[in-house]
């Protein structure tokens, strides 16, 4: 019996011109929960589907449970336990939870009739092995995200499998769900099942895995046990740059005073003051219903505070619209990109112009399309937006450059103070560090940079100072001097 479930070696995959897999190796031992991470764009969806059969290799093998296959069908895959949890979930949405559920074990059963019963009994037996609780008879359209996620668990389970792949789970979960997919995850451990777990985030790699492979480009850079990682080795495997978040604040200097706040409250938040400076870089923090995201939109006239003053460059001002607070230099980058932010079908230069096309108008109606084009094309090139041309439409942008679109956008209206909520969730290490080195350039160049954030790493690397806020309140701040992650985690 070998000790590994799987072996992959010397895989090769190209996709027309794309060398999407350049002779990649990855080992799992049975029992173990193993990360595959790397950047977007790296081959881990590829790889995945190789061992599962979806793709065939144009060389290499791939070896389970010591049997080997040269090019291994998707049969033969199920046949050896391989069940691949996909980012979509490939479940029926338009059938019940039970019918999910029953519906291979039914149709493998090969019997003319099954009776409701039997459905009811398979489906159960299913949620039951990971101890789900969910409403067998409910539409699965109905469902949330993550209890769709748990039915393909189940599904996998009854499929009796040995190894399942999960296709970076936690994109779309809250908090809450993922910490609920983690214990799932250390029971099916202890049940004997052996996980490939995809991700890029490096906190969900220390919490969940034993050993780790990454990819970078399509070839792999990096096993080992996750015990011998550190956050900087991670960066420099995932990227292939070595990162220095010391030195983003040098020469950090502030000026006068930008924006001051006083005494302000809103619908949220109570009792606020500070004072931005230019050349600043101001952290605020506290968790989620701490006042954070009500004060940013106050500050952008989409919360009408009932009490206080907000002064603009030495004058009081009242900011009543978003419009109001674009005219006095204020811009807001939303929480949620995806949502809030961009239109994905349209082109990267589109989105990017938007809060200009007023600008760029002229009397007439007539739009400066020349003018609109350059611009774009210069953000593009200016923040490093990796793309081969700006008439691309967004969502053909990986998560972190998407964000850049954002950040161009709001650039492009020059502010002079810059308000983000969340600027780096589900962004890759390598835009993060990005983002972070802009940021402090923008803050260099005079601007007040303010970030609304609960990444503790996030909030030392780049701010000069973070105020944290709990039940609406401010109840701490903590100056440059004094600012770490074990001090900063304390108070959050
Ligand atoms: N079906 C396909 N046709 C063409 N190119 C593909 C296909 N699938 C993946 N690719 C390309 O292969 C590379 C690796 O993709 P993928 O495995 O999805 O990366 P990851 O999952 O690490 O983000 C990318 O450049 C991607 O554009
Ligand atoms: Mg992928």
Known sequence: ???????????????????????????????????????????????????????????????????KYTSITPSEAIEAGVQIIYQDFSVFPNLTVMEN?????????????????????????????????????????????????????SRALLADAKLIIMDEPTTTLTKTEVKRLFEIIEDLKEQGVTILF??????????ICDSITIFRNGENVLSCQVSEMDDEKFAY??????FDSQNIKQNAKAGDSILEVKNLSAPGFD?????????????????????RTELSLALFGLLKPYEGSIVVDGKEVNITSPAKAQELGIALVPEDRL???????????????VTKLDELSSKLGVMNITALTDESKGWVKNIGVKTKDHEYPVQTLSGGNQQKVVLARWLATNPNVLILNAPTVGVDIGAKHDIHTLLRNLANEGRGIIVVSDDVKELVDVCDRVMV????????????????ADMLSQYI
């Not at 995809?198 to 919490?207: A, G």
């Not at 961009?342 to 112009?353: A, P, Y």
């Open 101 to 153: 559920l029953a519906i291979n074990k039914a149709l493998a059963s090969k019997k003319k009739f099954i009776n409701k019963k039997e459905f009811r009994r398979i489906a159960e037996e299913a949620v039951n092995k990971i101890n789900f609780k969910v409403d067998l008879d409910a539409l699965v359209e109905d469902l949330p995200v993550a209890d769709k996620q748990l039915i393909a668990i």
């Open 1 to 67: 019996m070998s000790e590994n479930i799987l072996s992959v070696k010397g895989v090769h995959k190209s996709f027309g011109g794309v060398h999407a897999l350049k002779g990649v190796d990855l080992t799992i031992k049975k029992g173990e929960v193993h990360c595959l991470a790397g950047e977007n764009g790296c081959g881990k969806s590829t790889i995945i589907k190789v061992i599962s059969g979806v793709h065939k290799p144009d060389s290499g093998e791939v070896e389970l449970n010591g049997k």
């Open 271 to 291: 009792n606020v003051n500070f004072n931005l400076r230019k050349g600043e870089v101001l952290g605020i923090s506290g968790q989620l219903g701490s006042g």
């Open 198 to 207: 995809v991700s890029h985030k490096l906190d969900e790699v220390y919490e």
């Open 237 to 242: 495997y995932m990227t292939g740059r070595k």
């Open 339 to 353: 949502t809030e932010g961009l239109f994905l079908s349209q082109s990267i230069k589109r989105n990017i112009n």
């Open 469 to 484: 806020m709990q039940q609406g309140k401010i109840i701490n701040e903590i100056a440059s001097g004094d600012l770490n």
